[in-house]
């Protein structure tokens, strides 16, 4: 299965400290990679290089064999659907208008809109009732709910999603897990998902990408971080993380 997303040597730096050192990483087709690790260790530094947020300092990322560049990245964000933490939702609009936003901007006719936002709704449980409210009218499974749709809105060939359950309360993110695992089963996307939590690693990724202090330590399995290291900081990792150490 050829890689949609390709980091060769790609860097960051901000002023004297290294946001992300030299980084090599492929995000395969119709697979979940989920980047884990501490906080500050270059995870969401790594999503925004893709996304262009940010410029590398050095590097190249691929999409789809062409280089993401100035010149190609509004092009390139049509196919790439992005979730934050919270929801980064427009407080000003309502659910209906920030799901439909670049749907109107790239030019899609009502109808188009209208069958997509009916066939979102669906996907993610989401109750067409809400449309007309505002994010501060809806909880926070809710407001992710309607990013979710939002991101998902083009059809995008790639997913992103940053830490997109870590501010919910356990039973509302048990939910949401479950149901993003079925989205991403039905839709076959290429999905890259940052986390600090292993357990929803464990729960979401074909591939866990372990990171600390800017560098790629270990991929795999957690078996293969559990049972072969690639140093302490692996199995100190795992080991913080009791609850889930024997899975």
Same mark, same amino acid.
């Given at each position: 299965?050829?890689?949609?997303?390709?980091?060769?040597?790609?860097?960051?730096?901000?002023?004297?400290?290294?946001?992300?050192?030299?980084?090599?990483?492929?995000?395969?087709?119709?697979?979940?990679?989920?980047?884990?690790?501490?906080?500050?260790?270059?995870?969401?530094?790594?999503?925004?290089?893709?996304?262009?947020?940010?410029?590398?300092?050095?590097?190249?990322?691929?999409?789809?064999?062409?280089?993401?560049?100035?010149?190609?990245?509004? /092009? %390139?964000? *049509?196919?790439?659907?992005?979730?934050?933490?919270?929801?980064? &939702?427009?407080?000003? =609009?309502? @659910?209906?208008?920030?799901?439909?936003?670049?749907?109107?901007?790239?030019?899609?006719?009502?109808?188009?809109?209208?069958?997509?936002?009916?066939?979102?709704?669906?996907?993610?449980?989401?109750?067409?009732?809400?449309?007309?409210?505002?994010?501060?009218?809806?909880?926070?499974?809710?407001?992710?709910?309607? /990013? %979710?749709? *939002?991101?998902?809105?083009?059809?995008?060939?790639?997913?992103? &999603?940053?830490?997109? =359950?870590? @501010?919910?309360?356990?039973?509302?993110?048990?939910?949401?897990?479950?149901?993003?695992?079925?989205?991403?089963?039905?839709?076959?996307?290429?999905?890259?998902?940052?986390?600090?939590?292993?357990?929803?690693?464990?729960?979401?990724?074909?591939?866990?990408?372990?990171?600390?202090?800017?560098?790629?330590?270990?991929?795999?399995?957690?078996?293969?971080?559990?049972?072969?290291?690639?140093?302490?900081?692996?199995?100190?990792?795992?080991?913080?993380?009791?609850?889930?150490?024997?899975?």
């Amino acid at each position: 299965m050829s890689a949609l997303v390709k980091l060769i040597d790609v860097s960051k730096r901000y002023g004297h400290a290294a946001a992300l050192h030299p980084t090599n990483l492929s995000i395969e087709r119709g697979k979940t990679t989920v980047l884990i690790g501490p906080s500050g260790c270059g995870k969401s530094t790594l999503l925004r290089l893709i996304i262009r947020l940010i410029e590398p300092d050095s590097g190249r990322i691929d999409f789809a064999g062409e280089p993401i560049s100035p010149d190609n990245i509004d /092009s %390139l964000r *049509r196919r790439i659907g992005y979730v934050i933490q919270e929801g980064g &939702l427009f407080p000003h =609009l309502t @659910a209906r208008a920030n799901v439909l936003l670049m749907a109107r901007h790239v030019g899609k006719s009502q109808e188009e809109m209208q069958t997509r936002l009916r066939e979102m709704c669906e996907l993610t449980r989401f109750s067409g009732n809400l449309l007309p409210r505002y994010p501060v009218e809806l909880s926070g499974g809710q407001r992710q709910r309607v /990013s %979710l749709m *939002r991101a998902l809105m083009l059809s995008p060939e790639l997913l992103l &999603l940053d830490e997109p =359950l870590g @501010a919910l309360d356990p039973l509302v993110r048990a939910s949401l897990q479950n149901d993003l695992k079925e989205i991403f089963a039905r839709l076959g996307h290429a999905v890259l998902f940052v986390t600090h939590d292993l357990a929803e690693a464990i729960y979401f990724g074909d591939e866990i990408v372990l990171m600390n202090e800017g560098r790629i330590v270990q991929k795999g399995t957690v078996s293969d971080l559990r049972e072969r290291p690639a140093d302490a900081f692996v199995s100190e990792f795992i080991n913080a993380q009791r609850g889930i150490a024997t899975v």
